[in-house]
Structure formats: C-alpha cells, structure tokens
C-alpha cells in the first residue's frame, strides 16, 4: 500500500534481499483464457532494486496497456509493455490500477461507472528474479460521480505464512474471491470535523476578543493611570475635594442641579434654586450640563462630592484616551500615543487647574477630533484615503464635539472656532484641488449629509447654551470682561517654564519664579521639560513630514501668542481682535487656559518622535542574530511614557468638606444663610442639594449687584431695615452659622432678642434659625 504524501518521508519501505515474497499469478475471470504471466523487464528489475537499496522510496513502475483515467493528473501514460503496478514517488494520492492481458496473460479488472456502481479488481504479479520484491499495494480513486474503487494485491509469500496485506483492512481474500464493497475505506484515517462551538462558547470568544482588543486596554489602563495619578481624590470620595473645598463645591452644585431639575422641571434649568431671585442664575458660570446623567444618580451632599470626586477621575481617563486615539488616528504607534496621552493629561499647568473641573474636562477635543478624521478617512501620516470613510464616525465625533461645548464655553468655545476655521480651510483646499486637477476627489453625499447634519446639531447646542448667557449679559451688563481684566490675567513669557506648587518635581524648586508672577495660579503655565524636549526632538527625528512638522511648530507658537493674552506685544495682533470681534471671546477672563492647544500640538510632536524611535529599535531588532538585545531595546522605548508620567505626579491637597448645618437640612426656603461671601456662599451652594431650597446665596464668576445688597444690607440682622428688606425680596428663613460669626457684626447680635422685630428665632445644632 502506498500512502506517503509529498515530501513527508511517510511511505513505507518495501523489502528488499532474500526476506522478499514472490507474487501468485491471479486468478482469471471466469470465461477467460489464462496464458502464464509475463515477467517484468529484467532491467527495470534491477533499476527498482538498486533504488530501492539506496533511496528507500517505493519503486517507480509505469502502467501496463490501459489509459490513465480522465482528471487524474498523478497516473501515468500507457505504454505497450507487461502489466505492472503504477505509483508514483511521493505521490499525494494512489494510482488508478489497469488490469492488462498481453501474451496470453488475464487480469481482471473493474473501473467505476458515471452509474456510480463500485467494482472489486485484484491484480498478481510474478516475480522474475531470485529476489521478491512485491508488496502489495492498494489503491482507492473516487471519480466525479461518487464511485469508489478497491484494489487488492495479495503477497506470495512462504508456504508456512499467511499472506497479509499492507492495507488496514486485514487479510487478503483467497485468490479468485472478491472483496466486497463497504464504507469509505479511507474514512478511518480522515480527521475528524471540527465539532460547532455552542453559542457559549461563541460568546466567550466574543468577549475574549473584546477584552484584549486595543481600545478595550486602552481604555483600561488611561482610568487606573488617572486613578493613581490623582489619587488619594477617590480615598475618601464622599468627604473630601482635590485642591480646594470652594469652586469643587460650586461644580459638585452644578452637577447635582442640572440632573435634579432635568427630571423634576426641565423648563427650570436656567433658573436655579441659587441667587434668589436673581433670573438666567445658572447660566452665571460654565455649568457642566454635559454631567447631567451623572447628576440624576444619588442626592444630598455627600453624593454630591462622591460624584464630582468620580467624574473628576473619569476626566483626567478621557482625556488621556482622546488624546490617544487622536495620535494613533492621525499615524503614531501605541507608545507614541501613549506618551501623548499622558503628557496632554498630564502637564504640570494642569495641576494648577485641579479645582476647575470645567478646565479638566477637556477629553471630548481629542476624542471628537480623532472620530472626525477617522471618520473622513484623515490621518496626517498617510493624508487623505476615500476607501476608509464612514459616516458613523462623523456622526459620533460631531456628537461628542456638542457634547464637550456642553461642559461650558471656557474651553468650549475656541474649540467650536477651531472646528469651524477647519471645515472652511479644508472646504476650500478640497475645491482647490479639485480645479487644479480637474478631477472630481472622492467625497461622497452620506459624508455629506453627516457633516451637514452633525455641523447643524453641534451649532444648534452652542446657541441654546449661548442664549442663556446672553440674556445674563443683558441683565448684568457689568458682568461682561474688559481688556483690563483680561490684562490681569495675562501671563508673561516666564510662566512657560514655570511650573504650579502642587508639580511634585518642579513646584518646590520653582517657588521664586512663582513669587515673580502676578497671579500664579492662572500664569504658571510650564507643559513639562520632557515635553518640550520630546517636541523639539520630534523636529528632527519622526515619522510626520517635514511640512506636517513645520505646521505644528507654527500651531504651538501661535497658541502660545494667544495664550500671553496681553503680554505679547499688547495683544494688538493676538487677543485683542478676538476679543473685540469673535461673538463670546469677551467672556474668557483667562487666556492661559489656551494653553491646552499648546500642549495638544506639542504631544503630537512627540507622539512623532517616539514612533520613529520605535520604529527605529523594531528594525534593529529584526535584523539582529542573535535577537538578545531585543526586549531589553523594545523597554527602552518605554523611558519617554515613563518620564512624562514622573512629571505629571502631583501634591494636589485633599481637604475635608465642611459638613452640612442641621438646620439646611430642615429649613424652609427661600432662605438667606449668613455669613454670606464669595466662598461660603458656594458651601451654600452645596448644603443645598437636599432638596434644593429657593437660597439667596451664590457664588460665581461675577457677583449680582442684588446679591451685593443683600450682604450689606444684612450686616446689621436682625433689626427692622434688614428684616424688611428680606421680607421686600421673599426671604422667610435666615440661618445664621454661630461657627463662622467670629470677627463679624453677628458675633454680637446673634443673641439679641427679636420679638419686636415679629419674627421667631430657634437654636437647631450649631446655628440659629430666624423665621421672618
């Protein structure tokens, strides 16, 4: 039998020498005269012996009289000589047998019909020499119509031996007998089918391959790197705030107001239980409407810091993973998008920022950009492919681009100028090519119709959260910036390397330089030394072209222009025309914060030096023999991720939340809480999330004058002009703190009696409660 496949050394030697069997002559048919076989050609005898000694591969016999069968490409030609068996040497399949009867000798012999009905053939041969060296082979061929033929040899062999086959189906039959036909006889052989996987294991794949997809560990490891990095924010989340316990207030407020009153009153949203009775009250400052969902989960104040202090970890995690996916959108490998996702997270002026959730949350930009371009089949390294745009993407990055404007217009609105300066730039460098070409460049009208769509929804939220503020500005017309408050706040050259007190490697050796600035919190403005260094490299050395280079460099000397507000060269040519022209810019007291832009380009800088690097050190280690270095010069790739993240490491204070007064919990509105100031009154704020009471306090970016009035007015309570005028604005409880009267008019008159004044007064904990 022969089965050796190709190549595979799988075919069994036939026996050679004096241990060989001589093969009987077969038994005719019936009906057919028998004439004694004729021996084989003496000379291919001993041919097939000699390589049967040397090569051990089975003997190469041409077929006797007969044709090969049609579609076997392996059987070969007939030739007028004796009958023989035909195999091949290393053949993938076995050979057709032709029974031949030349000189008087008979074979019989069966072929398979297109009736598909199977037929036995057996086949002797003689041997001719002092040497046997027959085995038997068998051989099945199925044609195209399903039939199956089997071929028996049988062995000559001692007369005190059975005879036995080389096939698995046991002894040959007596000679003259026929094999029956049974099952195919190869089947015992064939692998078996491959079993269906149930549908659990189907879903376990499923969500194997979805937990060691990229994005899936991206994702994962952006939120453990944001919990570390700002830990202890989530040690004790529902008691403490990172940086300070008086704008985190207010924003924990904003959050927990926005989801409250989207379920009780929608229409009540920009009239807000603070600043009574002042209108548009919640459109005072930026008010993170986009955590509203978060705000409909949990209620009181200590929910209300346990969510600020769990959306102030998610944000630095979105962050980093917009930027992310912006740098692996736009061509750089993972390590070089990891390194600029945690240097735009990251940076040390960002630090300073740790108390303005509205600042922090700024994920969304890269995020919608990266969707953008993906979705417009963009990315910076290989320019611009039509076979890889998909409207869903452009429908997803315009909708995260509306919901980041939501967060507030702070960081909102430049990035609402930035996406439209870019579609009307590529609107007219599309059309320009397109005349230059006079060819029509791929678009096509779904893209179309999502741009159009998503640009129309994006503009649609910007004026309904727009409105709100114009009406304040209209009311307040005090409250709108001047160039002077933008000039306070304009940091100098020096904060570009001047890094905040809470940078854990740079604050402590920066302190003299911080000493020198105006108003550090808002002028330390440092990105980070790695940074700069990575970027400056990234010039040189990177996988974006020069001219992609070149045009970031200029984006981050802009930006950095921008962000001098007055200080570069008064503004004449950066800030002012902004300020003056752009509808909204008048509201951006602080224009360091464009220094988010800054960072971002110099990330992709970065991002293009270290994938060249990466790059580099891959191709160097392919080529290597031995490889040993390898590991060790794939790790050092991973020093520019680790130092960026050493110099993102913080001192960020946590400090514990004054607790809400017995009596906020109890009292009745519309209330006034006294002492009333800018800080204690956003305390207020957020001892007002049980139940959200009508409060006459507030605190915000500008100070109503009402509100002024009340504060001064209420100096002297309780007597009759401040109990009247309370009453004028429809004040029915006043809760005076006895904590936090110490050096104040009330340390005195706390404790005066008012029954003259017709009013009630109650001692409930640590306070006082007037009833008027």
Request: charged residues 15%; hydrophobic residues 40%.
């Amino acid at each position: 039998m022969t089965s050796g496949q190709p190549g595979t050394g799988n075919t069994p030697p036939t026996p050679t020498g004096a241990d060989t069997e001589s093969r009987p002559a077969t038994t005719a048919a019936p009906g057919t005269p028998t004439q004694p076989a004729r021996t084989s050609d003496p000379a291919r005898t001993s041919d097939k012996a000699v390589t049967e000694t040397t090569a051990g591969s089975p003997p190469d016999v041409s077929a006797g009289s007969g044709a090969a069968p049609s579609g076997d490409p392996e059987a070969a030609p007939a030739t007028s000589g004796p009958a023989s068996d035909t195999t091949r040497h290393g053949d993938t399949k076995a050979a057709t047998e032709k029974d031949s009867a030349q000189g008087g000798s008979t074979t019989s012999a069966s072929t398979a019909k297109d009736s598909g009905a199977a037929k036995d053939a057996s086949a002797t041969k003689d041997s001719t020499t002092t040497k046997d060296t027959s085995a038997t082979k068998d051989s099945t061929t199925t044609k195209d119509t399903g039939a199956a033929k089997d071929s028996t040899a049988t062995k000559g062999g001692d007369a005190g031996k059975g005879a036995k086959g080389d096939d698995a189906d046991g002894p040959d039959k007596a000679d003259g007998e026929a094999k029956p036909v049974g099952p195919e006889r190869w089947e015992a052989f064939a692998s078996a089918p491959e079993p269906r996987p149930s549908i659990f294991t189907r879903a376990g794949r499923a969500v194997g391959r979805f937990l060691i997809h990229e994005w899936t560990l991206a994702t994962l490891a952006a939120t453990a790197l944001a919990v570390l990095m700002t830990w202890p924010t989530l040690r004790y989340p529902r008691y403490t705030l990172p940086q300070d316990y008086w704008d985190p207030s207010l924003q924990a407020w904003q959050m927990a107001w926005s989801g409250h009153i989207l379920l009780a009153d929608p229409a009540r949203l920009w009239q807000s239980n603070t600043f009574f009775p002042e209108l548009w009250s919640f459109a005072f400052s930026d008010t993170l409407l986009g955590y509203a969902p978060a705000g409909m989960l949990g209620s009181g104040p200590e929910d209300a810091i346990l969510r600020y202090n769990i959306m102030f970890v998610l944000a630095h995690a979105l962050a980093t993973l917009g930027a992310y996916a912006l740098a692996r959108q736009l061509g750089a490998g993972r390590i070089g998008a990891a390194v600029a996702g945690v240097s735009y997270t990251y940076a040390p002026w960002l630090l300073a920022q740790a108390g303005h959730l509205h600042v922090l949350s700024n994920g969304g930009i890269p995020l919608a950009l990266a969707m953008l371009a993906r979705g417009h089949g963009w990315s910076l390294r290989h320019g611009y492919r039509p076979e890889r745009r998909h409207d869903g993407w452009v429908y997803a990055g315009w909708l995260v681009a509306a919901w980041q404007l939501s967060l507030g217009f702070g960081i909102g609105l430049p990035f609402a100028y930035f996406l439209a300066g870019t579609v009307l730039v590529t609107a007219v460098l599309f059309f320009a090519r397109r005349l230059r070409t006079r060819q029509a460049v791929p678009f096509g009208r779904r893209l179309f119709t999502a741009d159009l769509l998503g640009g129309v929804l994006f503009a649609g939220i910007g004026l309904l959260m727009a409105f709100p503020f114009y009406k304040v500005t209209e009311l307040h017309p005090y409250a709108e910036r001047t160039i002077a408050d933008i000039s306070i706040f304009s940091p100098p050259a020096s904060g570009f390397v001047t890094a905040p007190a809470e940078s854990r490697i740079w604050g402590g050796l920066h302190e003299g330089a911080r000493a020198a600035l105006p108003w550090h919190p808002e002028m330390t403005l440092l990105p980070g030394f790695v940074l700069y260094a990575l970027a400056a490299g990234g010039l040189f050395f990177s996988v974006w072209r020069l001219r992609q280079r070149l045009l970031l460099l200029v984006g981050v000397l802009v930006t950095m222009a921008f962000a001098m507000g007055t200080r570069f060269f008064d503004g004449t040519f950066t800030y002012v025309p902004l300020f003056e022209h752009l509808p909204g810019w008048s509201g951006l007291r602080t224009p360091g914060r464009l220094m988010l832009w800054t960072t971002l380009l110099l990330a992709l800088l970065a991002a293009g030096a270290v994938t060249a690097l990466t790059d580099r050190v891959r191709e160097l280690t392919a080529q290597r023999i031995p490889s040993w270095p390898g590991p060790w010069l794939r790790m050092a790739t991973l020093l520019p991720l680790l130092l960026v993240t050493v110099e993102g490491l913080n001192t960020t204070p946590h400090p514990v939340v004054p607790t809400q007064p017995a009596a906020m919990r109890s009292a009745e509105g519309p209330m006034l809480v006294l002492p009333s100031n800018q800080s204690l009154d956003q305390h207020v704020m957020l001892w007002s999330t049980s139940g959200f009471p009508d409060v006459v306090n507030g605190g915000s970016g500008f100070t109503p004058r009402q509100l002024d009035d009340v504060r001064r007015v209420s100096q002297s309570f309780p007597d009759q002009t401040s109990v009247d005028y309370l009453r004028t604005l429809g004040v029915r409880t006043v809760v005076l703190l006895r904590g936090q009267v110490a050096g104040t008019p009330w340390e005195i008159t706390i404790d005066a009696p008012v029954e003259s004044l017709g009013i009630t007064r109650q001692e409930v904990g640590d306070a006082v409660v007037f009833r008027l």
